[in-house]
């Protein structure tokens, strides 16, 4: 926690759960796709589901969609500028088992149809944490410079990692790692405090069994 | 000695024992944690007091409404009256009253405002330092500098209770936000940090065990006019501070407290919009008239 979780994020109102986080969440799984979505299919659960309408929730989706931060007045106007810009939105209020009330599921699909699934909550103030990439457990926050790795669930790839993230200097704050199976595809989680320098997310990438490695700057 | 804001005495020590402000040392420690430069930290915190002053020209034009339609155009009422002279407390107490109320109907129009700590308490602090600064002619640094102050004051609070009124309340949320108003005036009128300390105490106390309980789960009623009470209770507390009066149970025994009522409060009055004015006939009748059916099914 810092002063600018106190006296901040500067954001576009009415709420900073439903509106701010909202908006980050929605950015979360653009920066994932790593390039424009050109479909969105949106499910909202709990409170968002039942008062998105009145707080601009489906606005600040769709806006973080768009790549804009929470404090971008052209939220107010984001599901024009999808529009304009041909990206479908399709905004399912419903349920989600055992999520936080403030959840979305976010799927993106970019225009070669690859297609990203993001699930995060909005905690409170405008903080969130992304529970879910591709069904796969993670979590993330947004806070912190986040390196997101699928890779081959084999022995010292965590390590082959870590090491290189010592070498770079780098201190990790929150490490987490989900598999689907032995052997099968896995995800670590790694935020870190501070910057990572430039080129290392593509060395990470090249290290072996990497399958891809994302780095998410804080959102 | 290391500041952890676990505690609002370890703070007012911390600031006695090296004779300096709370702000300064809160900006040194701030710039250690975030890996850059005090200069830096304090850039970033004068954006978001040069956010906050937009907020509150913005908030003041005529004809502003909220998205839903229900709220809007109070922050220019006021400053009508207070153009015309026609007001009981005049500009310090008024001005900071129709701040507040500018920046909370601005962030309800989806304006863009400074979460202070929450979006549904954006109006206190800007409402108490933006009119410190007018009426007061003091400098923008040292308004910058007391929201160092003020933040410290609301990481102890989010350390030991909480922010949000879903946890705790209104108390949490305009509670803490009033507490934290204190804190940034009592120090820009020059108090020590112990008055800082008792301001925190007494803004807090007499905020204990306000409910959240908005109408259709807008941050609009009575959010906005609670921004207007918050920033009235900190220059109520601030000026108590500064004359000396002392507040009989500690700030950090006051934050506990906080936190104890939060956890004894009924959910129907934490941000449910299930009771308090959200269930009264006309909240139930404002709830359809913006989203078209009953609050039933408001979660």
């Known amino acids: 926690m810092n ?56 606005k600040a989706l769709v806006a973080g969609i768009l790549g804009m931060k929470p404090d971008d007045p052209r939220i107010r106007n984001s599901l024009q500028l999808a529009a304009q810009e041909g990206l479908k939105v399709e905004l399912v209020p419903g349920s989600i088992e055992n999520a936080h009330p403030n959840t979305a599921r976010v799927t993106l699909w970019d225009r070669e ?56 200097g780098v201190n990790i704050c929150n490490f987490r790692l989900a598999r689907q199976y032995k052997g099968g595809t896995a995800v670590m989680t790694i935020e870190v405090d ?10 990470i990438g090249s290290l072996p069994n990497i399958i891809r490695s994302t780095m998410l700057e804080p959102v | 000695m290391e500041l952890r804001y676990e505690t609002l005495e370890s703070l007012v020590r911390a600031a006695e024992e090296t004779n300096r402000k709370i702000s300064d040392l809160v900006l040194e420690q701030q ?53 015309r002279g026609d007001t009981i407390c005049g500009p ?57 102050t003020a933040s410290a004051v609301g990481m102890v609070i989010a350390k030991n209770a909480c922010l949000a009124g879903a946890q705790g309340g209104c108390q949490a949320e305009c509670g803490s936000a009033s507490a934290m108003a204190a804190a940034a005036l009592v120090e820009l009128a020059g108090g020590s940090p112990k008055m800082i300390a008792h301001g925190v105490a007494i803004a807090l106390k007499n905020i204990l065990g ?30 108590m501070a500064l004359a000396g009066v002392h507040s009989a149970i500690p700030a950090d025994e006051v934050i506990l407290a906080m936190k104890r009522i939060g956890d004894a409060m009924s959910p129907a009055l934490k941000e449910t919009a299930e009771g308090g004015l959200a269930a009264t006939p006309t909240g139930k009748r404002l709830y359809q008239q913006v989203f078209g059916r009953g609050p039933s099914s408001l979660g």
């Open chain 2, 92 to 148: 310090m107490f008024t001005g900071a009253i129709t701040r507040a109320l500018a920046v909370s109907e601005l962030n309800a129009s989806m304006g863009r405002i400074v979460a202070a700590p929450t979006a549904g308490s954006c109006g206190i602090l800007p409402g108490a330092l933006l009119t410190f600064q007018k009426e007061k002619e003091a400098s923008e640094q040292d308004c910058v500098m007391s929201l160092f």
């Open chain 1, 3 to 58: 002063v600018f979780d106190i006296v901040g994020p500067v954001m576009i109102g009415p709420s900073s759960s439903h509106t701010a986080g909202a908006a980050r969440i929605g950015r979360v799984a653009r920066a994932l796709l790593g390039t424009d979505a050109a479909r969105a299919e949106i499910l909202l659960h709990g409170s968002f589901a039942k008062t998105y309408k009145g707080h601009g929730t489906d």
């Open chain 1, 194 to 203: 501070g910057k990572i320098p430039k080129g290392a997310n593509e060395h």
């Open chain 1, 113 to 168: 149809g690859r297609q990203i699934s993001v699930q995060g909550a909005s905690v409170g103030g405008g903080s969130i944490l992304i529970t879910q990439v591709n069904g796969m457990s993670v979590e993330i926050s947004g806070q912190f410079v986040t390196l997101i790795i699928l890779h081959r669930d084999a022995p010292g790839t965590i390590a082959a990692v870590t090491e290189y993230m010592s070498e770079l």
């Open chain 2, 31 to 83: 710039a250690l944690q975030l890996e850059t430069s005090p200069e830096e930290v304090y850039q970033e915190m004068l954006r978001s007091y040069q956010v906050m002053e937009q907020a509150a020209e913005e908030g003041i034009k005529p004809g502003l409404r909220s998205t839903s339609g229900l709220t809007g155009g109070d922050a220019y009422r006021m400053e009508q009256a207070l153009q």
């Open chain 2, 210 to 239: 306000l409910v959240c309980d908005p109408v259709a789960g807008l941050v609009e009623i009575p959010c906005i006019k609670r921004n207007a009470a918050g920033v009235a209770n900190a220059l109520c507390a601030a000026e």
